[in-house]
């Protein structure tokens, strides 16, 4: 099945130590999408790629980048973790075209991050 | 800006007790609206997408109906493994970026 797969699901890492996410998918989706979501609140948008084009969230901190190798994988990299960032991380792609699926996004399943 | 305005926050049913969640929104010229059913520690699962008023699609026990101000995910006879948070979205104008609601967490009692 055709899907969007997240590793780690579980990451720990120590306050200020870097920390790598990453998120591939087999949708041949043009966009994919970074999200924050902590305990009961909406996802919040970090960036997303629309094929190699990267935008980013006015709010999102600059401890947090993106990188987009090819069409299937996205990294997410936080390169100082603070208390503040553990959360949900969720990646989520989407086929940007005329037609009836246009702007639906697909989940994966999510990286726990907690920081100590 | 857009806004999306989920109720009630919170629902306790009986099973088999139907129900509807609602999903308000005011956007200029609205693309899609999304409902997405979330686990705990899970990302969220693609339900339905509605594109314009009067549209209905049903998987299930599930119902999702548009109008131009909007949108209501019905929920008949529902089962305990019903129970997790429902998530609505919306796209509008020229952009491809939902805005989400905060979601209904929905609670179904054996």
Known sequence: DAMVIQNPRYQVTQFGK???LSCS???NHNVMYWYQQKSSQAPK???HYYDKDFNNEADTPDNFQSRRPNTSFCFLDIRSPGLGDAAMYLCATSQLEQ???TDTQYFGPGTRLTVL | E???TQSPEALRLQEGESSSLN???T????????WYRQDPGKGPEFLFTLYSAGEEKEKERLKATLTKKESFLHITAPKPEDSATYLCAVTSGGSYIPTFGRGTSL???P
């Not at chain 2, 956007?27 to 999304?34: E, Y």
């Open chain 2, 107 to 109: 609670i179904v009692h």
């Open chain 2, 2 to 4: 857009d806004q999306v």
């Open chain 2, 23 to 25: 999903c308000s929104y």
């Open chain 1, 25 to 27: 998918q087999t949708l």
């Open chain 1, 18 to 20: 870097p920390v790598t």
């Open chain 1, 99 to 101: 037609g009836e699926d």
């Open chain 1, 45 to 47: 948008l970090l960036f």
């Open chain 2, 27 to 34: 956007v200029s010229g609205l693309r899609g609206l999304f």
